[in-house]
């Protein structure tokens, strides 16, 4: 087989394609290579197969679905699985959050947040407010506004940002917080830089602020104790929207439907996709609040935003979305990490904290990292273990000196030990 061909996304693609690594099956927590070889997969792919892999009730729900209405568009046409699958979300999420808008994906999920929050504002009249902030170390998919607001220097370095975008201070605080359990203690005054970007750039500019609520591919960083809440109050003074992208962290990752209601703090749009179909098919949404849909939808006759996807609602996106509520529900799963797993998953990950070279350990829910001090002769130490882990039968996130975990919902203390096991064997190759 040639592999030329294939384009590989954030792959460093002529080093994969030398030895590439192909999977042929999947199943729970486990995918089987080509080879045979199995490989424990705590990342969720990448951060998406909650419900670990291929469930065949979404299988079939998705087989059903295409053979009875295999498309139809959502502009002027409709089909009922979409408008069911809105109301069971909008059910679910916090406050007003009464609406739903369907994507392909995260990152069109963040740029149709990023679109609703000008259309809402011009359709007030303040047309204004077209700047952005967001924060250092985010991800926000790699669309040309997820682009543009990101904090993740690699991710913006080849390209222009477009539009105006601002940045907070990221979160991360090594002499203070290292090697927290859950909600950091210290950090809350980091959200006072809002009032600085506020009074340098003036509130009647900025259409909101758009933050993870956990950071996740910029290291995992957990929001310090207080500080969603303190940007939550600053936005409110200034009539800022603020948003949450919950990409990563809603559908259970950190125990609750949403970390918005984990942390109690009630944004007026917030993002989702991974979870939602549990990575069975492509497929993201942004809700937002009453009055933003209301603001909007009676701001114009006719269209009132132009905006949208050839697919969004597909029929079978939308028919995995809704067997993986079924799942999801039934099995409680979006409240399992309260429940025991997310505590043995904290001491298991901690239980590291003796293997040369940490600096930190932290975690929240099903999402941890552990952070080695920088590698002045070589590869860092995150990428190390990740690539050592692939050998091993582990897969792992290697963000540089950090490895980082987001293993699926469903895991059992098991596959915990054989973690354990697998890393530590691989840290004796890499530092004996
Ligand atoms: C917080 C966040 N937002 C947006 C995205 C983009 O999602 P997608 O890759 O589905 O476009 C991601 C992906 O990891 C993410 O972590």
Not at 150 to 168: C, K, M, P, S, Y
Not at 239 to 250: C, M, Q, S
Request: glycine share 10%; with cysteine.
């Amino acid at each position: 087989m040639n592999l030329d061909a294939h384009w590989m996304p954030f792959t460093a693609n002529k080093a994969f394609k030398q030895k590439p690594v192909l999977m042929e099956s999947s199943s729970g927590m486990y995918w089987t290579s080509e080879q045979g070889d199995t490989l424990l997969d705590m990342t969720s792919g990448l951060w998406c197969t909650n419900l670990g892999h291929s469930p065949a009730r979404v299988a079939e729900a998705m087989y059903e679905a295409s053979r009875n209405l295999g498309y139809v568009p959502s502009f002027n046409l409709g089909h009922r699985a979409s408008f069911e699958l809105a109301e069971r979300l909008t059910e679910l999420a916090p406050g007003n959050l009464d609406h739903v808008f369907f994507t392909n994906s995260g990152s069109e999920a963040v740029d149709t947040a990023l679109k609703i929050a000008m259309a809402y504002h011009a359709a007030r009249g303040e047309s204004g407010r077209n700047l952005f902030i967001a924060r250092e170390r985010a991800y926000h998919g790699v669309n040309m506004g997820g682009t543009s607001v990101a904090g993740i220097r690699a991710n913006t370095r080849q390209f222009h940002r477009w539009g105006e975008v601002d940045h907070l201070p990221h979160t991360h605080d090594l002499a203070r917080n290292a090697f927290s359990r859950g909600l950091p203690a210290h950090g809350v005054e980091k959200a006072q830089a809002l009032n600085d970007l506020i009074a340098l750039h003036g509130s009647d500019r900025i259409a909101a602020v758009l933050v993870e609520p956990v950071a996740g591919a910029g290291g995992v960083l957990p929001p310090p104790a207080g500080y969603l809440r303190a940007l939550r109050e600053i936005c409110d003074e200034h009539g800022i929207l603020l948003i949450f992208d919950e990409v990563v962290t809603a559908f259970g990752r950190v125990g609750a439907f949403t970390a918005s209601i984990e942390f109690d703090v009630i944004p007026d749009m917030f993002t989702s996709a991974k979870g939602l179909t549990s990575g069975a098919v492509p497929m993201g949404a942004t809700f937002c609040s009453a009055d933003i849909y209301q603001t909007v939808v009676n701001s114009e006759e006719g269209i009132e935003l132009w905006h949208g996807y050839t697919y969004s609602a597909h029929p079978i996106a939308c028919a995995a979305a809704s067997a993986c509520l079924d799942i999801y529900l039934e099995e409680s799963l979006f409240t399992r990490v309260n429940e025991g797993i997310g505590r043995e998953f904290e001491d298991a990950v901690h239980s590291l904290a003796d293997l040369p070279q940490v600096v930190d350990i932290r975690n929240y829910g099903l999402l941890a990292a552990i952070e080695f001090a920088p590698n002045a002769d070589g590869l860092p130490y995150g990428t190390q273990i990740f690539r050592k882990g692939l050998e091993s039968g582990l897969m792992v996130r290697g963000a540089g000196d950090s490895v980082i975990l987001s293993p699926p919902l469903i895991m059992e203390s098991r596959h915990l030990d054989e973690f354990v096991e697998k890393v530590r064997s691989v840290a004796k190759v890499i530092w004996e």
